[in-house]
Structure formats: C-alpha cells, structure tokens
C-alpha cells in the first residue's frame, strides 16, 4: 500500500520543514475489490495542520496521492483470526 501511495506522492515545496521530519497520520477505508471508500485524517495531524499553516500542504499531498491510486492492487488477502 505505501508504495502505491508513494509512486503518487508529490513533496510540496518545503518552507522552513525538513522533509524527512513531517508525518501524516491517515486512516484509509478500503472496499473488498481495493478501491478506495474514505479517506479520514487522523486527529493528530487534524490538530497539528490547524495550528501549524505550513504542515497543511502535506496533508492535502497525502490525500490526493491516495486519491491517485483509486484502486489499490495487490492487497493482502483477508485471514482467518488466530483463536
């Protein structure tokens, strides 16, 4: 999944960050055939873009590389839960 999301990613231009610094914490709710249902920002990274107008770009970066996707492929098949 994160090279999917990676191969689609564009680093927005840095202002005063460095790069390898910034973490986007998302949660990607998937349908069984990979495509994507929703995408929700997690709360952390809600919190820090609200109070940081530097960090927003990477959230909206993060979101449209996902949206790049559309459809995920090659997912793990879904298991059994150990008992």
């Known amino acids: 999944i994160w090279k999917q999301i ?3 990613y564009t680093i927005p231009p840095a202002q005063d ?3 390898n610094e910034i973490i986007v914490q998302l949660r990607i ?3 069984q055939d990979g495509s994507i249902s929703k995408i929700i920002v997690k709360e952390t990274s809600l919190k820090k873009a609200k109070s940081d107008p530097s960090y927003l770009p990477y959230v909206e970066a ?3 590389a996902i949206r790049k996707v559309g459809k995920f492929k090659k997912l793990p ?4 839960p150990a008992k």
């Open 17 to 19: 960050l460095m790069v």
């Open 6 to 8: 990676y191969d689609n």
């Open 77 to 80: 098949q879904k298991t059994k």
């Open 29 to 31: 709710d998937l349908r």
């Open 62 to 64: 993060a979101q449209r």
